[in-house]
């Protein structure tokens, strides 16, 4: 037990802590500006020295940790004086700028100088010049005030493990420059932005329009972007945000976010928002009033149900919007359309892949807290990079792997290099070889028991493979793989992190098989990455064309027959179809009408241009999104809806944790998606009587059986997890349906010479929403093929060159970047750019198991066109 | 009551004294003073009406801290800025409801450059609201009206003395020079110059 006495105040302390927390947590502040609490101590500053009895010198309480029997002053008058000759100091250079400065007013160096003083400069010399950089589109750096803290520096390469700046030249001409020069050419996760405590690096969203004083309002809200959700806080001026900002102390991210969070908020203020309802009349859309659009489409839906019956009607669901829209829209679809037809974009990859963990481990195995992953002693990565799909999950990775925690990752994922021990890049499509090589040697390592699970047992069944075999199948030295096996059976509770690559295969069931058996001979945890804010939310909801809201099977008749008894009336019990047998009905002519709310399917699903002609065959397209989007193009009835911003609802994160979000401004034009359906359905005779968001929470708080008693209360304290206060469904022990994979088949090796297709998620954009924010497109604002170097020197193309990429399906242009990692016979697209989205030119085939899309093996013939090639960056 | 007392009382003795105050009064001055004919010059250092200064070359000489709208008591002053195409520091709206305001002059006191003022003139009633929301070009006109010439000099000199003097020294230097008594620059000292210092105010 070590006491301490600060400023008269006696503390005891189990363990030594330094002097500035140990006075922390007495309620003594001691001014720093180098400290910062999610960064080491760095003792740069010499604002937080003390005076220690018995100690000839002042003494920098960020470094110095307490002793027994300690005794502290933290504002004498010998400490006073010190702290105002370091801010003379740190004024020599300072630019006293203040009223131009955005800093002004929440700036620590401003205050400092406030409280210890007017530090009157004796200093007749010159300040150091050196002009503000406009180089990068979003962040402006103005080094003159720079007080060389290196929190930033600091925060970029121990935090954010990205190492993009760093503090170049010396003495008082030390200054922070990117590595790139003067765009920053970085991930833009702004967490430098963040942390400086003077106004040296700054967005340029809100340049010289922002004070701390004008902001009217904050409302802490919950990211839009990806799985992960962040919490956010909005400032709002007027009815607009000035500014997003994490809370230090709040949520998972504790003062972290990405750059979609940070900078790609400004979509809601595009000026190309749909503003007023839309029908088609003569050929084009054409503005008119909500009453007129509700009418429309209600008469449609109840002709078209008169004349086909309700199964004829197909719903898509988003994952952008929120628990309540999602709820309220299968509600209105299986109780008002009288169809499960009711899915959405999750069920291509995150849907089929928690089900089937599901099936095998009990519910709920895959809500897992995200904080977990720093802590586990060991990481597996694998189908994608949760650098860019979940950038602040993948951080977690990246904290993890600075505490020496070995990362293996499997598959093309540069976010983590430099962070895995462990890197495997299999050829496209061989995974499973790999995957199955790895379970092998696993077992050999650490056995089944001979007791076994009915799940242990059938792993005992899956087929072993050698590593031999799998080198030759996937091509990566046995070596290699025995050493990532040595790596894994290390471990004790490692999380492995699961992208959809892997999941949207033909053998996707297979992969999930291999990995649940790996999950299990490691003990590990798993965590689905996850791309928009509430995949896991809509999934609660009962989106999908067989579950009811809590995860409660359609097909069981108790549940089925429970759910309608709420509302006195029937379920169907027909199950409904997927999304991609939707497009499919439509095409073929089974599907009649569909209601699309917040999600571009023309663009978002594989093979545009047949979804396109799908969707021009419909009798009713209903679309409610934000902006005009590719499928709005082909739509009836266009009605716009209120965006993230604009509406007060729940999200629920990848981790199974409900947040709330909450309204910070007043919508445009667009309504809420659940108000829009509740009025179409009031027109249909079903009222539903909701006056707010709160009204539609509590009724899922009652029906379904895994929400009981939630509320937003519940979520404002940050600790609403799986399972709430309700019951998950027990699980069955016997696993039924699961096919063993067919070994064989997955060992054959890959064509040679042939270049496949796959989709690249780029770090800077989310889907197609992120193409209408200014900032995000700033950053990257064209789409890139990216190809390995070998395939480069085949085809003699350099970095910027374009290159055709043309499959069966259609051809697209793009400017080429080489990346070393790559595998060979690869070439990667994004899927957010109009006209030029991997979707428009990759075709897919029908995943049984799944009823998903498949997208492996779609060959591309890739040419080098010969014209005079835009200089890109990266 | 005394028989004195009766006797004040028959002979309407205060009544008499009280006419030859009214008498008196007839041949002295008047004291009434026949507004608004009649005008008082206002005391110097009046807290009337509001006006921002304009600089010789015509434009605001304000930045757009927004000072004044952090320290203003009834939050009458609004301040909307954004990035010119060099990017300044522009000020696209500086509004005050004059109606809110309670004349305590913090804005101006706040005011870091002495852009804004309030005049000396007190005459500005008004039919509508809306001519009370003094918006840039109000402000502006209000300072040619009212004060422009040796009058606004004049004002700063006996009043507020901005804040940015005290960065003055040495020439196109915001260094704070703590005020009175503060060093010189050396002679022959060469300045650096400031990309967007303060040397316009100082």
């Given amino acids: 037990m070590i006491t301490v006495t600060i400023n008269g105040k006696q503390i005891k302390l189990e363990k030594p802590v330094s002097i500035l927390e140990a006075a922390k947590m007495t309620g003594i502040k001691i001014p720093t500006l180098c400290h910062h609490k999610s960064l080491e101590a760095y003792g740069g500053c010499r604002l937080c020295l003390v005076e220690i009895e018995k100690m000839p010198r002042l003494q920098a309480s960020c470094t110095q940790y307490v002793t027994d029997g300690m005794v502290v002053w933290t504002e004498t008058g010998r400490v006073v004086e010190a702290r105002k000759a370091m801010l003379e100091f740190l004024l020599i250079n300072h630019a006293l700028d203040c009223p131009y400065c955005d800093k002004a007013g929440e700036c620590d160096l401003q205050d400092l100088v406030m409280k210890y003083g007017p530090a009157a400069g004796r200093f007749t010399e010159g300040k150091r010049k050196h002009p503000e950089s406009y180089d990068d589109p979003i962040i402006v750096r103005n080094m003159e005030r720079c007080i060389s803290c290196t929190r930033c520096v600091r925060m970029c390469s121990k935090v954010q493990g990205a190492s993009a700046i760093s503090m170049v030249n010396r003495t008082s001409k030390t200054f922070v420059e990117p590595f790139s020069g003067g765009r920053y050419n970085c991930e833009y996760c702004g967490n430098c932005i963040n942390v400086c405590p003077v106004g040296a690096i700054m967005s340029r969203l809100h340049k010289h329009t922002y004070r701390p004083w004008f902001i009217e309002k904050t409302v802490d809200t919950v990211c839009s972007f990806c799985g992960v959700g962040c919490s956010v806080t909005a400032q709002i001026r007027g009815n607009s945000i000035v500014r997003i900002i994490p809370e230090s102390e709040k949520g998972l991210n504790r003062g972290l976010l990405c750059n979609r969070g940070r900078f790609g908020y400004d979509y809601i203020s595009n000026s190309g928002r749909l503003k007023s309802p839309m029908i088609r009349k003569n050929g084009s859309l054409q503005e008119t009033t909500w009453s007129e659009a509700f009418m429309y489409i209600a008469q449609k839906i109840k002709e078209i149900k008169e004349k086909n019956g309700g199964a004829a009607i197909a719903g898509v669901a988003s994952g952008r919007c929120t628990n309540e829209d999602n709820y309220v829209f299968q509600k209105f679809m299986r109780l008002v359309v009288g169809s499960n037809n009711i899915d959405s974009i999750a069920g291509f990859a995150y849907a089929p892949a928690r089900k089937f963990f599901e099936k095998i481990f009990g519910q709920g195995v895959t809500a897992n807290p995200i904080q977990g992953i720093s802590r586990s002693d060991g990481i597996f990565v694998i189908g994608g990079d949760p650098t860019a799909i979940n950038p602040v999950l993948g951080l977690q990775i990246r904290a993890a792997s600075q505490k020496d925690i070995p990362v293996a990752t499997v598959g093309y994922a540069p976010g983590l290099k430099g962070f895995a021990a462990n890197r495997l890049i299999p050829k496209p499509s061989t995974e499973a070889a790999l995957l199955a090589a790895l379970l092998t040697e696993m077992l050999k390592r650490k056995p089944l028991p001979a007791e076994k699970t009915p799940f242990e047992e059938i792993i005992g069944k899956i087929q072993p493979v050698s590593l031999n075999e799998a080198e030759s199948a996937c091509g990566i030295a046995s070596g290699e793989i025995s050493a990532c096996v040595d790596s894994l059976s290390g471990m004790t509770n490692p999380a492995l992190v699961i992208g959809r690559d892997i999941i949207q295969r033909s053998e996707g069931q297979a992969n999930l098989l291999l990995l649940a058996a790996l999950a299990q001979a490691l003990n590990g945890r798993i965590y689905l990455s996850s791309e928009l804010p509430n995949e896991q939310g809509l999934i609660d909801m009962g989106c999908l064309p067989d579950m009811l809201p809590g995860g409660r099977p359609v097909a069981v008749d108790s549940f089925r027959k429970r759910y309608g008894e709420f509302f006195n009336a029937e379920v169907p019990s027909a199950q409904g179809l997927s999304l991609m047998e939707m497009v499919e009905g439509a095409h073929s002519g089974n599907i009649k009408a569909l209601y699309v709310m917040g999600e571009n399917i023309a663009f978002n699903i594989p093979d545009n241009k047949f979804v396109k002609d799908a969707l021009s065959r419909l009798e009713l397209l209903v679309v409610q999104d934000i902006f005009t989007t590719e499928t709005t193009r082909f739509a009836h009835v266009v009605l716009p809806a209120a965006s993230w911003a604009e509406r007060e609802g729940s999200y629920t994160n990848l981790e199974g944790r409900m947040q709330h979000l909450k309204k910070a401004i007043d919508s445009v034009a667009g309504l809420e998606d659940w108000k829009i359906i509740a009025e179409v359905s009031k027109v249909l005779g079903v009222d539903m009587n909701y006056r707010d968001s709160r009204d539609i929470l509590a009724e899922i708080a009652k029906v379904s059986p895994l929400h009981k008693g939630v509320t937003y209360e519940d979520m404002d304290s940050g600790e609403c997890m799986w399972p709430y206060k309700g019951e998950p469904l027990r699980h069955d022990l016997n696993i039924v349906g699961i096919d063993m994979p067919d070994m064989k088949a997955l060992l054959k090796k890959p064509e040679k010479d042939k270049v496949y297709i796959g989709v690249d998620k780029v770090l800077f954009h989310s889907a197609s929403l992120s193409r209408n924010s200014f900032a995000l497109n700033s950053i990257y604002s064209e789409p890139h093929a990216k190809i390995g170097k070998n395939l480069a020197a085949k085809l003699s193309v350099a970095s910027g060159d374009h290159i055709s990429i043309s499959t069966g399906a259609g051809a697209i242009e793009l400017a080429a970047v080489i990346d070393s990692d790559m595998p060979d016979n690869i070439v990667l697209v994004p899927n957010n750019f109009e006209g030029r989205g991997a979707f428009r030119v990759m075709g897919w085939k029908m995943n049984a198991a799944f009823k998903a899309p498949a997208l492996d093996g779609m060959e591309a013939v890739l040419k080098k066109l010969e014209r005079v090639s835009a200089e890109v960056s990266e | ?202």
Wanted: net charge neutral; with cysteine.
């Fill in chain 2, 1 to 202: 009551m005394t028989i004195k007392d009766l006797a004040k009382r028959v002979f309407l003795v205060e009544i008499l004294k009280g006419m030859a105050l009214t008498l008196r009064m007839i041949f002295t001055h008047a004291v009434t003073r026949q507004y608004p004919e009649e005008k008082r010059p206002p005391f110097p250092g009046f807290r009337g009406l509001h006006a921002l200064v304009r600089k010789e070359n015509g434009e605001a000489k304000c930045v757009g801290c927004g000072l004044c709208a952090a320290i203003c008591p009834s939050k009458c002053i609004s301040v909307y800025t954004s990035e010119g195409s060099d990017h300044n520091k522009v000020v696209d709206r500086y509004e005050i409801e004059v109606l809110r305001c309670v004349y305590c002059a913090f804005c101006v006191e706040a005011c870091p450059f002495g852009a804004v003022v309030l005049t000396d003139h007190y005459e500005y009633s008004d039919y509508s609201r809306a001519a009370f929301d003094m918006d840039k070009e109000k402000l502006l006109a209000n300072w040619d009206k009212f004060m422009a010439g040796p009058k606004g000099e004049e004002y700063f000199k006996r009043f507020w003395r901005p804040l940015s003097e005290d960065y003055a020294t040495p020439e196109d230097q915001p260094v704070f020079r703590g005020g009175a008594g503060a060093p010189k620059a050396l002679p022959g000292k060469e300045t650096v110059e400031v990309q967007g210092g303060l040397s316009d105010a100082a």
